[in-house]
């Protein structure tokens, strides 16, 4: 039994090529998990809690944006804050030797967390 | 220990060895049965090779007639307890296996240019750069549901049902299944190609066919 | 058309086979039955803070769903209606 199913897709594939980092876990290699130290997996944690509250706030402020509840003031300041907090987030990650999968958090059976 | 593969109605062809080489057999209970192999130890987690082969034994099954495919690591104690899980829920299977008839699973992904600004090329006038870092996510996020509604307009016609499959906070991209008929599903692939060459910032691969592994509800 | 580039078709048959994985992997993890029990899910590990945050997750997504977010705000739905 062959081990491809693509019907159509063509050219760049590698769009949804980033997503196979993540298998490793998945599949019980753990590669990372077995090279973290318990400091870089305590800041992992951590910085994906603050990046999950992160994108709720946004969803929220956006919401809000769009329902024009929120004076121009208030909009412009919500704005500062979520470049400011992006900001801290890439400064964090680049401190801790992290990328962007380690935050996404493949929870196996429960499925991924971002 | 019982590996459950899927579950069919009794009377199925066979289809090959499952996991390690071990035979695949059937229990009956009614007019269900579920496809299992019996192991000594189960406890390993499953690896590629594994996982395809779970899958071979479904789709082997799939070629004959309707199968509700089992989430991979799904494990039973004994045959009694296989027979007691058929019993109790005949009627959720027997609904889903009617559902599922004739049909097969088509996975869509739609990814939108990924060079989606953090903060716009130009700021309007008058406006901060937090307005208009918000400015830019709201329009990210638009675009990227405007994708993948102009891709699931398109394509939900040519399905018998279709499920979202995304479950991520950020937007990165749309992810739907869809059940199609068996002889339509040629068709619904060409539409998927041509959407590809008409949207010029839009990529789009389909995979398939699976077995109907997102059209199969879970017990409450 | 996205940026022209050359794929050999050896490269070309790789990708389709991980993009194959990941939609396989999606679905034997993420979908079918479903049975409670005297389940051993041997695919993989789950820590228990792990397990805290996919909920929280799951019920703020159920949360919004009830409360009718637009869907341009809501994640992981595909609007209804024709576009």
């Not at chain 2, 069919?8 to 579920?34: D, F, N, T």
């Not at chain 2, 590629?48 to 309707?66: F, I, N, Q």
């Amino acid at each position: 039994m062959g081990r491809e199913r693509l019907l159509a897709g063509e050219g760049d594939l590698e769009l949804f090529r980033g997503q196979a980092d993540r298998l490793d876990s998945a599949l019980g290699k753990r590669v990372n998990a077995d090279r973290e130290s318990l400091e870089k997996g305590l800041a992992g944690l951590v910085m994906t809690l603050i990046e999950v509250i992160r994108q709720l706030m946004e969803r929220q402020a956006l919401r809000r944006i769009e329902g024009g509840t929120l004076t121009a003031d208030e909009v412009e300041r919500l704005g500062e804050t979520f470049m400011l907090l992006e900001q801290k987030m890439e400064e964090l990650k680049e401190q801790f030797g992290l990328e962007d999968e380690d935050l996404n958090l493949d929870l196996g059976p429960l499925g991924k967390l971002l | 220990m019982l590996y459950l593969y899927a579950i069919v109605e009794k009377g199925r062809r066979l289809p090959g060895p499952g996991l390690w080489g071990a035979p695949s057999h059937a229990i009956e209970q009614g007019e269900l049965a579920a496809i299992v192999s019996e192991h000594e130890d189960l406890a390993r987690p499953l690896d590629e090779d594994e996982l395809w082969t779970h899958e071979k034994v479904v789709e082997e099954l799939m070629e004959h007639g309707a199968v509700l495919p089992m989430r991979a690591g799904s494990v039973l104690a004994d045959a009694a307890g296989v027979r007691a899980l058929l019993d109790e829920q005949r009627d959720r299977f027997g609904r889903e296996l009617e559902r599922v008839r004739g049909a097969v699973e088509l996975g869509v992904r739609a990814v939108g240019n990924p060079a989606a600004p953090k903060v716009p090329a130009g700021v309007q006038d008058q406006e901060g750069p937090g307005t208009a870092y918000m400015r830019a996510r709201l329009d990210s996020q638009i675009r990227s549901d405007l994708v993948a509604a102009r891709v699931h307009t398109a394509l939900r016609g040519l399905a018998r049902d279709h499920v979202s499959l995304s479950k991520s906070l950020a937007t990165v991209g749309a992810r739907s299944a869809y059940l199609v008929n068996r002889d339509e599903v040629d068709a619904f692939v060409d539409r998927v190609e041509a959407l590809g060459r008409e949207l010029d910032d839009v990529s789009i691969v389909c995979t398939g066919p699976w077995p109907p592994y997102s059209f199969v509800g879970n017990p409450a | 058309m996205s940026v022209a580039r050359s794929v050999t078709s050896i490269e070309h048959a790789r990708q389709a086979r991980e993009v194959s994985l990941v939609d396989l992997v999606d679905r034997l993890l993420d979908g079918g039955v479903v049975i409670h029990g005297d389940i051993t899910l041997a695919v993989a590990d789950v820590d228990l803070v792990y397990v805290g945050l996919r909920a929280l997750v799951a019920s703020v997504e159920s949360m919004e769903r009830e409360i009718g977010l637009p869907a341009s705000l809501r994640g992981g739905a595909l609007p209804s209606g024709s576009a």
